[in-house]
């Protein structure tokens, strides 16, 4: 759903319909290790020891636990006037984004708030700690060591775009609920838009490069979600191509800048968070930037 270049492989999709079509328009991922061993707990027989980093928890990419389910934000806040504001925006080619940023606040009014709209997100939340996870890992210990902790060193010395398919795979299968889809569509216009730049080898990366992969990810996941709750239902888009690419690139820009700007202000960098802190960091960048885009969709 994202505007940059992607591959012809690479999914691209305004409307939910994308969900059915990932599997089907996504390149295969190249074979992955054996899958990663789960530790027994300490005294069962049957563990299986599994290095960790430096200064890291023994076990890799712990997944957090789901929150509790969240009531429908049709019971008291509704979403009509936010899909009335992405309908006139689409009618209007965007409007200049005021009505886009209208809509992406109301959006999180009505899921109760910021901190409402981020815990909404809990598939992408999870994903986005394993990449922040592998990232992370890259930054304070080297590509072969990040690679390896993840069951993923046969992908040593590989393009960047190989390795997040691989990891894309690894982290949310296809098949699953939308939410999960939503997930893996984030990670698969990532995959896109690395492939566009270029074969970059993934040991080549710089904290930089790194640190946009993951701010980029993360920003389609709420990206696409908004799509898939304010402006994929009872909204009639343009025929014009070119009038729904540039509802996407406001869309885009709006929601990337919001994300960026709270990455930033939370330190701007991977390599400062500690492995077990990931999964907090993550959550305080989503609820920091759903606040965000509240503000500024209240004073658009």
């Known amino acids: ?21 990932v599997a089907a328009s996504t390149p295969s ?3 992955l290790p054996t899958p990663l061993p789960v530790p027994a707990p300490p005294g069962q027989p049957g563990a299986t020891p599994v290095p960790a980093p430096s200064g890291t928890p023994p076990n890799p990419v712990p997944v957090p636990q789901p929150l509790p389910p ?11 006037s936010a899909r009335s504001d992405f309908s006139r925006a689409a009618r209007s080619r965007g409007g200049g984004g005021r009505d886009l940023r209208r809509a992406a606040g109301k959006y999180v009014r009505a899921m109760g708030g910021a901190r409402n709209a981020a815990r909404a997100m809990a598939p992408s939340r999870r994903v986005m700690t394993g990449l922040g996870q592998l990232l992370g890992q890259v930054a304070q210990n080297g590509p072969a060591a990040a690679l390896r902790f993840f069951n993923l060193q046969s992908l040593v010395g590989a393009p960047i775009a190989d390795v997040f398919l691989a990891l894309t795979d690894l982290l949310c299968p296809d098949g699953g609920t939308i939410d999960e889809a939503i997930a893996r569509n984030a990670m698969l216009e990532t995959v896109g838009e690395l492939g566009a730049a270029g074969d970059l080898p993934f ?7 790194l640190d946009a992969v993951f701010t ?35 869309l885009h820009d709006f929601i990337q ?25 993550v959550q ?3 609820e920091q930037s759903f606040e965000l885009i509240r503000i500024l969709g209240d004073s658009a």
């Open 1 to 21: 759903m994202g505007t940059s270049g992607t591959k012809p492989s690479s999914p691209r999709a305004l409307l939910p319909t994308w969900v059915d079509d």
């Open 284 to 286: 305080a960048i989503y």
């Open 70 to 80: 969240l009531a429908s934000p049709a019971a008291g806040k509704p979403l009509g």
């Open 257 to 281: 800048g919001t994300v960026r700007d709270r990455f930033a202000a939370a330190g701007g960098t991977l390599a400062s968070v500690p492995y077990a802190g990931v999964e907090a960091f």
């Open 216 to 250: 980029g990810a993360l920003a389609r996941s709420i990206e696409t979600k908004l799509f898939n709750e304010i402006g994929g239902r009872s909204i009639r888009l343009p025929t014009d191509v070119a009038a729904v690419e540039i509802i996407q690139r406001t």
């Open 29 to 31: 991922a190249p074979p």
């Open 203 to 209: 040991d080549g990366a710089t904290p930089d490069v």
